[in-house]
């Protein structure tokens, strides 16, 4: 088996780019290619190109009807459905190619680990989550993260777990496998009654055989670091120890940091640095070290994504930065010409310490009552004691 991990890359992938104006600009996958080059984190390290998904991956996971849709849309005169040409998904040129190497991208991620070539493989392109099987939603096209799943699925692999730690829920990967026992799907996001898809109750669990496979702990407006970190570890050590994935997928959203402009938790940098090490202990811990890192969400692109990203990357090759790190000037320069009037950071850091007191089974704030509903909605189905701060 292997170790090393295995970084699908390919510029093309900046091809999926919705429009200057809007929130998703694939200038924050150049700049965090760009500081982790900068900082020495890719040194020694091979890029893999991906090709693009083929229509029998995309099918593992989308309608015909859709597929046909997405590639007719550039040249339609006409309203094609299926949720695209909104301001949240507009038409754009090779839409259909943009968006299948990036499902490409995912699964040549998941082959290198299915294949024994890595342990842990990454496409920070990736991670669309809000794709449905039959239309586009939240700058979603195809899912990469199902349709890479689908695809281990089919290679025999018997248990994935897909833990989602982007702000909004992971609605399309749940979605996809809400019935189906061999994924379990577990998101903390921002509560679905103050943020968009408006879905992720702790009350919804999975269906059928499924019962107990999927985890939702939303989080009040304004969650910091602390309450943030308290709330993952109620929960999410819990149900991998008691589901033992053979391969763990994350996607890793940028955009529960206090900067974001498109939500309302409050997290640091500093503590999405120190859940990237949760990450990679849970892989280790839980999943045979087998692991599966995505991009996601994150709409502050020059602050805060390329920092964060390039933490996530350290982590996977075990080459952690430290926080005080200074901003090479190269980067800066760099960036200062792209953005518009945006102060840019100089340290890999916000300043803050992501320590956090561990849940002891009372409930004593508003973070608290999630982390009592999300145990109490679906410890009981996995043999759990929800009210035992042991499990």
């Known amino acids: ?141 195809y899912n990469d993260c199902s349709a890479a799943i689908a695809w281990m699925l089919e290679q025999g692999v018997e248990r994935i777990a897909y833990l989602d730690v982007d702000v909004h829920h992971g609605d399309g990967v749940q979605a996809a496998f809400y019935d189906d026992p061999r994924v379990m799907t577990i998101s903390l996001h921002q509560h679905p009654v103050t943020l968009w898809p408006g879905t992720g109750f702790a009350t919804e669990v999975g269906r059928g055989n499924a019962d107990g496979t999927a985890v939702n702990v939303p989080l009040p407006p304004g969650t910091g670091d602390a309450d943030w970190r308290r709330a993952f570890h109620a929960v999410v050590p819990s149900v991998l120890d008691q589901f033992r994935p053979q391969v763990l997928v994350t996607q890793c959203g940028a955009d529960a940091h206090r900067d974001d402009p498109l939500a309302d938790l409050s997290l640091t940098v500093d503590a999405q640095r120190a859940t990237y090490q949760d990450l990679r202990d849970l892989a280790e811990s839980y999943a045979g070290g087998k692991w599966l890192a995505l991009g996601g969400g994150g709409y502050s692109l020059f602050r805060v994504v390329p920092r964060a990203w390039t933490h996530l990357l350290a982590t996977l090759l075990n080459r952690d930065i430290a926080p005080e790190t200074t901003i090479p000037e190269d980067w800066i320069a760099y960036a200062v010409r792209r953005a518009q009037n945006v102060p840019m950071p100089t340290s890999m850091s916000d300043g803050a310490d992501p320590s956090f007191e561990r849940w002891s089974g009372v409930t004593a704030s508003a973070v608290d009552t999630a982390i009592r509903d999300a145990r109490h909605a679906v410890f009981p189905l996995l043999g759990l004691d929800p009210a035992d701060s042991r499990d």
């Open 1 to 141: 088996m292997g170790s090393q991990l295995a970084v699908v890359w390919d510029e093309s992938v900046l091809e999926y780019d919705l429009g200057g104006h809007h929130p998703l600009h694939p200038i924050r996958l150049d700049l965090t290619m760009r500081l982790a080059n900068s900082l020495g984190v890719l040194d020694g390290v091979e890029t893999i190109k991906p090709e693009p998904a083929t229509e029998q991956d995309l099918l593992r996971v989308h309608t015909a009807e859709y597929m046909a849709a997405v590639r007719a849309a550039p040249l339609s005169a006409w309203e094609v459905g299926h949720g695209l040409g909104t301001d949240d998904n507009p038409i754009f040129d090779r839409m259909h190619e943009a968006s299948a190497l990036i499902a490409g991208a995912s699964i040549k991620a998941a082959e290198q680990i299915v294949s024994g070539v890595a342990d842990r493989a990454v496409n920070i392109a990736g991670g669309l989550h809000h794709a449905m099987a039959d239309r586009a939603a939240g700058f979603c096209v």
